[in-house]
């Protein structure tokens, strides 16, 4: 089945520096790659996702880069402030039928230092 | 509209004793999934159902886990002869036809197994 690494599983920042948090897949199937921040105490939330025909997708101080080759995506942000402080998930899928369900990484807990 | 909701938010639980939790998706959302969170940890696949199907239960831990869906909306999911290290938050999530769409997370049920 699938496999999801995510890598760092700490990361500080200083404020207004940039964060990238990587993850590598194992099921070349996998085609729907969704970003989830989940602050203390809270639910996660979805971000940003990216489907296997897109290479780049762009919101704002976020963005998310999807090598199918190499099997990895990653999140990037931006002038990072205080409050992008949170654990952050990848997660991969096959998107469809009874192997459509997410796989998540471990996360990854974000400080960004004001 | 209103998102998806759980019930309880918190409980507390002697070992041996079954507990119930419940999940209420979105309206109209078909697709229903379970995870569970231990502390600082990811989230972990439990089951997914399709309407009142649930194609894919490969991530129930134990045959003392249990999950169905009545209606096409509400879950149950039953935990059987609790042990402790069954204490985690229980997350439902729901999207909207089929697996590889957007997830959309509960608050959570916090269980605590004394």
């Known amino acids: 089945g699938e496999n999801v690494e995510q890598h760092p599983s700490t990361l500080s920042v200083q404020e207004g520096d940039s964060a990238v948090i990587k993850c590598t897949y194992s099921?070349?199937?996998?085609?729907?790659f969704p970003w989830y921040k989940q602050e203390l105490g809270k639910r996660p939330q979805l971000i940003i996702d990216?489907?296997?025909?897109?290479g780049e997708k762009k919101d704002q101080r976020i963005a998310v880069t999807l090598n199918k080759t190499a099997k990895h995506f990653s999140l990037h942000i931006t002038e990072t402030q205080p409050e992008d402080s949170a654990v952050y998930f990848c997660?991969?899928?096959?998107?469809?039928?009874?192997?459509?369900?997410?796989?998540f990484g471990k996360g990854t807990k974000l400080s960004v230092k004001p | 509209g209103a998102g998806v909701s759980q019930s309880p938010s918190n409980k507390v639980t002697e070992k041996g004793k079954d507990v119930e939790l419940r999940c209420d998706p979105i309206s109209g959302h078909t697709a229903l999934y379970w995870y569970r969170q231990s502390l600082g940890q990811g989230l972990e696949f439990l089951i997914y159902f399709q309407g009142n199907s649930a194609p894919d239960k490969s991530g129930l831990p134990s045959d003392r886990f249990s999950a169905e869906r009545t209606g096409g909306s509400v879950s149950t999911l039953t935990i059987q002869r609790t042990q402790q290290e069954d204490s985690a938050v229980y997350l439902c999530?729901?999207?909207?036809?089929?697996?590889?769409?957007?997830?959309?997370f509960g608050p959570g049920t916090r269980l605590l197994v004394l």
């Open positions: 990216i489907r296997s025909n897109v």
């Open positions: 999530a729901s999207s909207l036809q089929r697996a590889g769409e957007t997830q959309y």
């Open positions: 099921d070349s199937a996998s085609n729907y």
């Open positions: 997660a991969a899928s096959r998107g469809r039928g009874s192997q459509g369900n997410l796989i």
